[in-house]
């Protein structure tokens, strides 16, 4: 996988003025858009279109500062259909437009070309089976909410301090298959996995494809496929947001399994009666790289 991003990086380099293709680029080096977006995402901490807008920016303001061009010729051969658009981007970088940056000589925030690197710890090990699910229903309690990478998301806590007590007995009374109990879901994520943008969170649990569903709940229908399941314990949510992000780091780089798309979900298996810690599962939809 270090290997296959490093080569995403160069095929950026070297199309840097055209449209990003992720599909061809990830078919290109032998991967899917789904995984490649979402590795991209995790390990250089920034969207894969973000990178490309940086580079092509950091690339532009040479252009912009050496005045060889006019705008608008710069703008086009960057990507941009208008001195409008290049603008907005080239401000949203550097913090100044361009007709300012031509003038003054700046500012300029430069992207560096990155490079993956794979550093081998092997002080932990993680806690991980794969499982093979046939399709199964996730119902519950669902709402569109920011996603947030670190700490508690104030506004999953609240959808879920919103439920009467009597809800969550009911839910797991309801759940009949693999994951168990009651189920953090976190559906239709931004393949960029970019902080703010927006996810579907259930509240719920598992239940057979061939189960009734309550009509008050909300229903995600999942397919039928592998999971790579992670147990965690340790301080809530740091442990489980840590795993989260190992997974990336150091999982995925050094075994045969990319993500696919679908819902992750948490299992939360034993905790303290204030949250301060957990026992979890964190399932993550894969399949053979």
Known sequence: MISALNQLVDLVEERLTAELDVETLAATVGTTAYHLRRMFSSLAGMPLSEYVRRRRMTIAAAAVVRGEDDLLSIAV???YGSTEAFGRAFRSVHGAGPSDVRRDGGPLRSQPQLRFRLTVEGSISMDTR??????FRLIGHAARVPLIHHGVNPHIQQHVAALPAQEHDRLKAL???EPAGLLQVSDDVDPDSAEGSELTYLHGVAISADTPVPADLDVIEVAAGRWAVFRTAGPHPQTLQAAWAAT????????PWRLRPGPSMVAVLDRAADFSTATCELWL???PA
């Open 248 to 255: 990336a780091t150091e999982w995925f780089p050094s075994n």
């Open 130 to 135: 794969i499982v093979d699910r046939p399709a």
């Open 175 to 177: 759940a009949d298959t």
């Open 285 to 287: 939809p894969v399949e």
């Open 77 to 79: 051969r960057h990507g």
